[in-house]
């Protein structure tokens, strides 16, 4: 390696939350073992630590450098180029570089340090199974003791996991093995996580006129020299799954790889399988629901180039496949791409950064793209390629509006289910089809009131009503999580009338059972989805027919294809346009869009109703007429006017605290100091209580800058929180392109 001889200084960050990198020497017999991208040991303050290299120097200003002890990792976990992005993502959303580097390192990638496709694995011998054997080295050595009961009657339990759940060495087991209790193996292990399932084969379908225009367009960008972005801009059931398989099926035939981002991927099973079923064993899955273990072989399975395609949710977007042809982002305008806590990046933007650095294609596709992304094509940032038609001839669903304004005037009261939808309902249990309805809100009420004298029943710790879940009989908070009994009586009036109002899930679910006894209906939320495993079932329940009526949340608005659904109920189509957001059109309009997708799947046409206060609202107006460009038109105009997003880069500062003066001071004063060190261009406004004005017991404040340039933004933020004197017991989070506003 040439060079290195010179390089004896490695800068590193430390697995701790600090936002600066260490020099550190390199001894002699290390040279050439540490890489960039590596993880070692280095003294620390008193303690040794682990630590990512993230670059070679020759010199250091520093004199007094401690050396690096150990290299945990034989070869570098990181790539020069995920370190790159994520010294991006550090500069551009304002996070400690350290956790930028977590982000890109999945944690059981981080955690392991020994070469994971064979492990160390702890089975017990026969002396070591003998009956009393743990009783009398319990009194000697109590943590040899646990070891060997943790092992006993096991069939092979991996060294990092007994070491882990312990909290003790290997030198503990290596003591065990010496003794001939346990024996301590290196295996080679394949776990498959989608073992026991059988994939059928399926070849590339026979492309429509659109599909093959776009498959064209993403073909030429992915042979371009500077790639572009394509937007694949297409209707539900279009076919942009089968053009990505397509244009992946490219890639791979001239050697290279490919990354493939799906929203919230437990949600999305069935797009995962047709990767499998074209791809098998080429693929990766990477997704929360792994185990550490799975994870850790899934991702070394990509780093090794034993698959070529990743697949996955947010952190996919990092994902060490070697030599990315193109990176494919579906349902692009998912808020899940943007993680809520830091670093708060968005994997579509990051993927977009990804694609430039690697010269990959990247390719975003959505029925309802973001305005960010469409502004982008309109100014030929990007390239668009449009999928009007659904593929397979199949129609698009007839779409109803139900005015609710009306229903209730007719009856003097307001129903959940009007009689057109009931009446949509009962014809498809005749015709045995199945039926979903929607609700964009779990539990059975939303507030607990008090008819006599106002009271609702709110969350102490948060500045939210509880919503009331009738199945257990309590009132939960949905910010917090924080719950309680149901009082008998106002706490306020001693009144014992409460009346529940608003609906939820669980409400329209008893609604439904009323009217059709016989049906089988499930309902389909987080709160009916807590156990493992439960959302699989109940989505295959409702494959098989097992079930005519399926109530849900946002958990069946994405991706789902079940071609014997024909009618699609969208319960209250305003419960979005509520909100104080700025998005709150564009997600009344993606909503009513992507759940309307789900119907008509099959040959039988479908049809959804829509259910509104404000039927007259473009939002509401242009989902129904399936007007992507109106709806773009309209909301645009705003937009440019008040200079939100797409037409500015939005940060949302959020300054919080236990104490309610404190927190607003401090909020006032950081206004003062960004407004000195922001250039003129860009707005700053606020500080105003957020939206959730109080959440898990802190205050909270915001202010709202709003520029042309994300980069002034940053650049102004950090130095104002450089120079300012935080006081004890009040933070700041800052949120770069901000996408939650509460
Ligand atoms: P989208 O991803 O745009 O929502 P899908 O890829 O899910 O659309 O396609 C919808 C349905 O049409 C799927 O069942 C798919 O198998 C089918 N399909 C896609 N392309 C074709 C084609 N060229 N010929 C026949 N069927 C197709
Ligand atoms: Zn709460």
Partial sequence: MSGTTEQRIAKVVVELALDRQFDYSIPSELIGSVQVGCKVSVPFGRSIRSAYVVCLASGSERKDLKGILSVESREPLISPLVLELAAWISRYYL????????????????????????????????????????????????????????????????????????????????????????????????????????????????????????????????????PPVVLMHGVTGSGKTE?????????????????????EISLTPQTVERFHSRFGDRIAVLHSHLSDGERHDEWCRLRDGKAQIAIGARSAVFAPVRNPGIIVVDEEHDTSYKQGESPRYNARDVAVVRGKLQACAVVLGSATPSLESFANAQSGKYR????????????????????????????????????????????????????????NRRGYATSLVCPKCGYVAKCGMCSVAFTYHRHTEE??????????????????????????SGIGTQRVETIVKRFFPSASIQRMDSDATSSRGSHGRILNDFRTGKIDILVGTQMIAKGLDFPNVTLIGIVNADTGLHMPDFRAGERTFQLITQVAGRAGRGEIPGEVIVQTYTPHHFAVQSARNLDYIGFFDKESEFRRELRYPPFAHLACV???????????????????????????????AGPAPAPITRAKGYYRYQIMLRSKSALTVANGLRKAQQDFMWPSGVTCAMDVDAISLL
């Fill in 654 to 684: 959020t300054i919080r605290g236990r104490s309610d003066s404190a927190t607003c001071f401090t909020a006032k004063q950081f206004y003062e100091k960004l407004r000195d060190s922001l250039p003129k261009e860009v707005i700053v």
């Fill in 384 to 439: 668009i390629a449009v999928l009007n038609h659904r593929a397979d001839h199949r129609k698009m669903p007839v779409m109803r509006i139900v005015d609710m304004r009306v229903e209730a005037a007719k009856e003097g009261r307001a129903h959940v289910m009007s009689a057109d939808l009931l009446e949509a309902v009962r014809l498809r249990l005749e015709r045995a089809e199945q039926t979903i309805l929607f609700l």
């Fill in 243 to 263: 053009v990505y398989l397509q244009a992946i099926q490219h890639v791979l035939a001239s050697g290279k790889g490919a990354i493939v981002l799906v929203p």
């Fill in 95 to 226: 996070a400690p570089i350290e956790h930028a580097v977590r982000a890109v390192l999945p944690g059981a990638v981080r955690r392991s340090s020994d070469n994971p496709a064979e492990r160390l694995f702890v089975t017990v011998t026969e002396a070591g199974a003998k009956n009393g054997v743990v009783n009398i080295l319990r009194e000697r050595s109590p943590k040899q003791a646990a070891v060997l009961e943790l092992v006993l009657g096991q069939e092979g339990l991996p060294m990092a996991d007994v070491t882990r759940s312990l909290r003790t060495t290997s030198a503990t087991v290596r003591l065990l093995e010496k003794k001939g209790l346990v024996e301590v193996e290196q295996k080679a292990i394949q776990r498959d996580p989608c073992a026991g399932r059988t994939i059928v084969k399926t070849e590339p379908l026979d492309l429509m006129a659109e599909q093959q225009v776009a498959l064209d367009m993403v073909i030429t960008a992915i042979n371009a020299p500077a």
């Fill in 475 to 500: 009132l939960r908070c949905h910010i917090c999580g924080g719950s309680k009994r149901v009082p008998t009586k106002c706490p306020q009036c001693s009144d014992p009338a409460f009346r529940f």
